[in-house]
């Protein structure tokens, strides 16, 4: 895209709309998710494409429920819903289209391209999709027997690592996006075919549902950092908020390293911030208010009032004039739905058991999920700009905040910032556990267990990040948790 003459937001979005159809497993076309862009000299925006309540004209239905509960191992061990009933209405291309139209420099046919080029003649099976198809292709996707065919050879056995994938239907399917633009995913043949798909196996994504879609365009979260200005996803999404309290909480007392104490107040932090989140954030309806009143505890340095009252992609961009684009989707598990001849696999976010504790009786067809997702920029007043963002459900905004702490106030290399290890704060097995990677002094502590993983774990997010300074110029770099890449052009 840079050497087509396009900008930061053409990389980005092209990036994502191939790895959205070569990631199988690990995302899907019909995922959903947010665009943070950042001019320079202008003000930052979140265009928000994510999942919506699906329902839009049905009448009450008792037997409709929300799809099928599986188990997987996956994560040590996890529950989700799967199938039609688990898929919500999908805002991803719709988000694509905004920021392209906004922001971009390029033809929207021109950023599909490098998606249909990949797709035309088979992908290779990537480690990291490999990896999550050993535990999600017999339970999510063997259902469905298009994607079941296009995840296996010619001789029936399941694809492994390195080999072909050759999803039927799909590079026309991206033709017809590219040609009609993302409409075509909404009120088009593909919309069509979704909804009768989805409505056929007793899910709930209708025609109106599809029709009525549209991305909103959001004002960030504003975070001041140690000279730096943090931009974020805002409310009704919960990541960005949990993200900004934490940065907030860590730097009211500087960190000096990663020895015992400063994981300890990591830790602290997280359960805290994590905590208020379950209490507040992941009730459906209007969280503008409890958000609010976390941000303003947070900037106080005390959360203590409050808590006494509970398969992702992200690709990250910056261009030589100072434009960042930072750009998270997923399809949640998969629920392994294909549109059927358009190889395009349908997300899951109705079932991601973690995100709707209090169930999804309470929201109306309209209503946007929870999402935890999070991708951000920061800003410097020398003009230095930071794009980045991380896929891994719960464990984003923790990844996120310890790899800003490591670059912005700790002076870590942007590399070695992300490779860090790093802790995260659960329920595991019914006990609150400090879950983390090799390289950290992590004991039990404060009534928190410790879950040491072996080695550095895709558990842990997946965090991509692009820099540019007007004197030092672009850095990059990816997560060696995940298969990325970075890449830099037009500057010939």
């Known amino acids: 895209m840079a050497d087509a003459g396009g900008n930061a937001v053409d990389a980005a979005l092209a990036a994502t709309l191939a790895a959205s159809v070569t990631e199988p497993g690990m995302i899907g076309p019909g995922c959903s998710g947010f665009v943070t ?210 940065l907030l909480l860590l730097g009211d007392h500087p960190f000096s390293g990663w020895g015992a104490d400063e994981v300890r107040r990591m830790a602290e932090v997280q359960r805290q911030v994590l905590g208020y989140r379950a209490r507040h954030l992941d009730d459906p309806g209007d969280r503008s208010r409890p958000v609010d009143e976390l941000l303003a505890a947070a900037r106080l340095g005390d959360l203590a009032p409050l808590l006494e009252s509970g398969s992702t992609v992200h690709t990250s961009a910056v261009d030589s004039d100072g434009l960042a684009c930072s750009i998270t989707v997923s399809a949640g598990y998969g629920s392994g739905v294909v549109v059927p001849g358009t190889g395009l696999w349908l997300n899951n976010s109705l079932g991601e058991l973690e995100l709707q504790p209090h169930g999804l009786e309470r929201l109306r067809p309209g209503d946007r999920l929870a999402s935890n997702m999070a991708p951000t920029i920061a800003r410097r007043g020398d003009g230095t700009v930071l794009a980045v963002g991380s896929p891994g459900a719960s464990r984003i905004t923790t990844a996120l905040a310890q790899v800003l702490l490591n670059f912005i106030h700790l002076g870590l290399s942007l590399g070695d910032a992300v490779a860090h290890p790093r802790l995260h704060v659960e329920v595991f097995e019914g006990r609150p556990t400090i879950s983390h990677e090799p390289g950290l002094p992590v004991e039990p502590w404060g009534g928190l267990s410790a879950r040491r993983f072996p080695g550095p774990s895709m558990y842990f997010g997946g965090v991509g990040a692009a820099l540019w300074g007007p004197q030092a110029g672009h850095f990059a770099a990816t997560d060696p948790r995940r298969s990325g890449a970075t890449a830099l052009a037009g500057t010939a």
Do not use: C, K, Q
């Open 37 to 246: 862009v950042w001019p320079a000299g202008a003000e930052p925006v979140v265009i928000d494409g994510y999942a919506e309540m699906p329902g839009r004209g049905l009448s009450p239905d008792p037997e409709r429920g929300f799809g099928r509960r599986i188990s997987m191992a996956y994560g040590g061990g996890m529950e989700t819903l799967v199938g039609a009933g688990s898929v919500a209405t999908p805002g991803g291309f719709a988000a694509f289209g905004e920021a392209s139209t906004r922001y971009g420099a390029l033809p929207w046919a021109e950023v599909v391209a490098p998606a249909i080029a990949e797709t035309e003649h088979g992908f290779p099976l990537s480690p990291v999709a490999a990896a999550y198809l050993a535990y999600a292709a017999e339970p999510i996707f063997d259902a469905d027997p298009e994607g079941a065919a296009a995840l296996r050879g010619p001789d029936g056995a399941r694809l492994t690592e390195g080999d072909t994938v050759v999803v039927p239907g799909l590079a026309d399917a991206l033709r017809l996006v590219a040609e009609e633009g993302p409409s075509a995913f909404y009120t088009g043949e593909i919309g069509r075919r979704m909804a009768g798909a989805v409505l056929a196996g007793g899910g709930r994504v209708t025609h109106r549902d599809l029709a009525e879609y549209r991305a909103e365009v959001r004002e960030p979260l504003l975070t001041d950092v140690d000279g730096w200005t943090v931009a974020t996803n805002p409310a009704p999404a919960i990541g960005g908020a949990v993200l900004a309290a934490m």
